[in-house]
Structures are given as structure tokens and as C-alpha cells.
């Protein structure tokens, strides 16, 4: 009986065991299942502080379907059954101040996660710190001042420190495109003032440097070289920043920046070529050696022919590069200098040491001025299908081009002080001549007229005022607004044109 009883204890304990152990077992699955199944968030940025358009990625993962809201203070912004998708935050469609975003998203089980995240916002309208750090040689003045589309003044700064191009709005501002100008008012030379506007640009743009027009920082000239040499060399100014100076006979100095290339193109002038058999070229790669003579040149192995627009009325200039590296850093040599061809067809010489030639271009055509880079690679430059018309203070454009730049220029009577005024645009049908109704600050119009400069156009002044409307295209580059605030005036060798019509004003 005792032992029976031993069993039926032995029984009952394990069955228990057995019982507690797949309760536990069962309960642990459902935890894990819960946590499993239940949605998770994640977005892609801080967002804490808004000021401009921020864009953000929110993740959802889950085993189910989803269904996910964003809130701002309670208002629904969107609803979405993605569970990865972009939203992006404008703070202009906010007031100034903390506000609380809120994300919530539910499975098709019913099971809900939310988080909040506290945002304070503000309006950035613009920021420039570049033109606080551009060089400047002529010391001054600078200022930003900022428009809306119609010309009114909404604000303006001098720039003395980098945090003076940093303009905000309150809640007032209706969004809209701007205006935005730069003015460079020297002080240490007088005579020359300059004013750039840039047009549509977007609230809440920022300008940060940006260098990728290729265009070559030009250095002192502070080195020489006097050397002689048995051919009479072209007295090229833009062999990469160097000058050659003739002093007497076969007596030459060659002036040049520490910081260039340590070669440099010789080549025979074009006065003393009667034929390109009497083409001849050396380099300068050794600062110790002064004496060249005829056997120290080469003479050309290829010559091709190339077809521009124009026969006559033109200046072709020929730039070698010595390979790719050169060309994507502008170090440039000026082979060849002609201003003739023969039924439209010139005759060039190619060097062999370069592996990129550029053909620079420039005429007139139709009171047009039209310069054109091009590789001469397919052997022809075309002239560029665009044009200019001028109706009342509007400007009628046809063609493709990338931007344009409407470029006013004020002179005093007696000459000493000048005035160029650009306001530039990317690619429009048609433009008005924003000049005459972009209000000019207070403090800008007092020191220009202090200068004997009026920049208001309703009254009768002496002053002359030339208008030119030039448009530019590049063939294998886009620009972006970027650049063109950072670089409006570039010296690029980017293939592409640039076409000049002057108007009146």
C-alpha cells in the first residue's frame, strides 16, 4: 500500500512538472510573438531643429500590414500603407516656435507604437557665408540684400562677419521666390562698383563654396627667367599665367608664379609664318637653361582643318592641354592665334605633346557677340541657335541656352566711376528688365550717389547707362544655382558659348 501510494506522488509530481513547464513555455511565446509583431519605428534624421525644407525617411518594420500617420500638434500631415516612405517637413507652412511631430502606426493586428518628437522651427530664408570668405583685394564694403519677386526690399545686412549672410523671416513671410543681390562697394581704389542679383531663388536656400568651373586661380607673377632664343617667340599673356617680354634681338624674359607648372610653351609668332612649315615649338622645363637655338624646336607633324561660322571678323585661339589632368584644372597653353580663314575653313597646328586642343571663338554676327569653346574633335564649330529680342522693357529669348545674365553698366560723365549691375537667371522664355523695378536700399542708393552715381532711373541724369543680355550654354555641364551665386563670373573651358545682345534701356 505504501508502495503504491510512493507512485501515485511520483505521478502527480511529474504531471505537474510537466504542466508548469509548458505554461511558461506558452506564455514566453506569446512575449516574444507581442514583441515581434508589434511595429517599430525608426526615421533617418534629427529633427529637432527645423529651419529649412528637411526631408526624412520613416521605416516601419512589421510582420504585418501597416497603416502609418504624422502628426504636427494634432494636425494630420499624411497617412501612408508604405512601410518605407519620405516625408518632408517645410517650415514655412509653420509658425516660429516648438511644436511636436508625432508618428503612429498600427498593423492589421491592432497593435499601435507612437513616439514624439519635439521640434522647434524656424525660417531660414537665406544663407550666404562664401561671400563674407571671398578674397578681397580691393577692400570695402560689402552687403546682401534680399527681395521678393516684385522688387520690394525685405532686408539687407552688411557683411562683416561669416554669420552676416544668415537671414531668418517671422510668420508674416508668405512663401515666394527671391531676389537676392550682392554688392561689392571698394573703398581703397574707387571707380568701379559691382552689383550681382540672382533671381528665383528659393526660400531657405543655402550657399555653400562650391568650385567645379574648372577655371584657374591666377597667381602674382613674381619670378623671371631671361633667356635667349634663335626663334622669334609669340608674345603669349595666357600660356597658364606667363608673359614673355622681348627686350632686343634674340633677348626675352619670361614672367611666371612659383605656384604654376614648370613648363612652358614657346612657340614662333604668327608674324613670322608664312606657311606652318615655319611653325616652331619648344617647352621651357629647365629654369637653368638661358639658351635655346634652332635645334632645341620641333616642327609640326599634324596641321588639320577645321570649319567655323565666320570667314573673317573672328579671333580663333588654340589651347593645348597636356592631358586630361591639365584640362579638368584649366592649365592651359595658347598655341595659336589667327583671325582669318579661307572659305570658312582655318588651317590649325596641333602639337604633339598635347592631348586635348580647345578651339576658342570669338565674332560678331547680326550686332550679336558670340564666343564658342569646342573640341576640335569633330573638326567643325557651329554657330549657336539662339536669339535675343528686345519688346519694351521685356526680353524675348529663343533657343537653348543654361542662364542668363542681364548686365546694366553706369558711368559718370567724367569716367572715374562705374557701376555694373548684373542680375542673373536660369533658362526663361522671356524676362523683364529687372532693373527698373528691384528697389534699391537706402544706404546702397546714398553711397553710389555720393559717387555721382543715381541708381533712380525715373530721374533726368547725365550718366550713361549701357544694357547687354547675354546667355550661356554648356554642352556636356549643368549648372546649379550653387555655382552660380559662388562663380557668376567664371573662367571656364568647359565646351559651350556664350551669346551677347546689347538693348536699350
Not at 509658425?95 to 522647434?120: A, C, P, R, W
Not at 632645341?296 to 573672328?314: A, G, R
Not at 590649325?348 to 574633335?377: H, K
Amino acid at each position: 500500500m505504501l508502495k503504491l501510494r510512493v507512485f501515485y506522488r511520483i505521478i502527480f509530481s511529474l504531471l505537474f512538472c510537466t504542466w508548469i513547464s509548458c505554461d511558461d513555455e506558452s506564455t514566453e511565446g506569446m512575449i516574444e510573438q507581442e514583441m515581434i509583431n508589434k511595429p517599430v519605428i525608426s526615421i533617418s534624421e534629427n529633427l529637432s531643429y527645423v529651419e529649412i525644407e528637411t526631408n526624412f525617411l520613416i521605416t516601419i518594420e512589421s510582420d504585418y500590414n501597416v497603416q502609418t500617420e504624422l502628426y504636427i500638434d494634432n494636425q494630420e500631415l499624411i497617412s501612408s500603407t508604405e512601410k518605407s516612405f519620405e516625408y518632408t517637413i517645410d517650415p514655412f507652412l509653420f509658425n516660429i516656435g516648438n511644436h511636436i511631430l508625432k508618428i503612429k502606426s498600427t498593423d492589421s493586428q491592432n497593435q499601435e507604437t507612437s513616439f514624439d518628437v519635439n521640434i522647434e522651427i524656424k525660417k531660414l530664408l537665406f544663407e550666404d557665408q562664401t561671400f563674407y570668405q571671398k578674397e578681397n583685394p580691393l577692400q570695402g564694403l560689402r552687403y546682401i540684400s534680399i527681395h521678393n519677386q516684385s522688387g520690394i526690399l525685405i532686408d539687407i545686412k552688411q557683411i562683416e562677419g561669416i554669420n552676416d549672410g544668415i537671414f531668418y523671416t517671422d510668420n508674416n513671410f508668405i512663401k515666394e521666390d527671391l531676389i537676392v543681390t550682392r554688392y561689392e562697394l571698394p573703398t581703397l581704389f574707387n571707380g568701379f562698383y559691382q552689383l550681382l542679383s540672382f533671381v528665383d531663388i528659393k526660400p531657405g536656400t543655402v550657399v555653400n563654396a562650391d568650385y567645379n568651373f574648372n577655371s584657374p586661380y591666377f597667381f602674382p607673377k613674381t619670378e623671371s627667367l631671361n633667356f635667349t632664343s634663335e626663334i622669334t617667340p609669340a608674345l603669349i599673356a595666357n600660356n597658364f599665367n606667363s608673359t614673355i617680354v622681348s627686350r632686343d634681338n634674340s633677348e626675352y624674359v619670361l614672367i611666371y608664379s612659383l605656384a604654376q607648372t614648370k613648363n612652358f610653351l614657346i612657340t614662333t609668332s604668327s608674324d613670322n609664318l608664312n606657311t606652318f612649315d615655319d611653325f616652331k615649338y619648344f617647352f621651357i622645363d629647365d629654369i637653368n637653361k638661358t639658351e635655346y637655338v634652332l635645334g632645341d624646336s620641333k616642327s609640326l607633324t599634324n596641321i588639320e582643318e577645321l570649319e567655323i561660322p565666320v570667314s573673317s571678323n573672328f579671333r580663333l585661339n588654340l589651347y593645348g592641354f597636356i592631358d586630361n589632368n591639365d584640362f579638368q584644372n584649366n592649365k592651359f597653353y595658347e598655341a595659336f592665334v589667327s583671325r582669318n580663314a579661307n572659305n570658312n575653313i582655318i588651317e590649325i597646328p596641333l602639337i604633339d605633346e598635347f592631348e586635348i586642343n580647345q578651339a576658342r571663338l570669338a565674332y560678331s554676327e547680326n550686332s550679336s557677340e558670340i564666343f564658342i569653346n569646342q573640341d576640335i574633335t569633330n573638326k567643325k564649330i557651329e554657330s549657336p541657335n539662339v536669339n535675343i529680342l528686345q519688346g519694351g522693357n521685356t526680353v524675348n529669348i529663343s533657343g537653348e541656352y543654361d542662364y542668363l545674365g542681364l548686365n546694366l553698366i553706369l558711368t559718370t560723365p567724367d569716367l572715374s566711376n562705374t557701376v555694373s549691375w548684373s542680375i542673373i537667371t536660369s533658362e526663361k522664355d522671356n524676362i523683364d528688365i529687372l532693373h527698373k523695378t528691384i528697389e534699391i536700399p537706402e544706404i546702397i542708393n546714398e553711397t553710389l550717389l555720393n559717387l555721382g552715381i543715381n541708381m533712380n532711373f525715373n530721374e533726368t541724369s547725365d550718366q550713361s547707362k549701357f544694357l547687354t543680355c547675354t546667355l550661356y550654354k554648356n554642352y556636356d555641364y549643368t549648372f546649379n544655382q550653387n555655382q552660380l551665386i559662388t562663380q557668376p563670373n567664371y573662367s571656364s573651358n568647359r565646351d559651350g558659348f556664350s551669346f551677347k545682345k546689347t538693348l536699350s534701356f
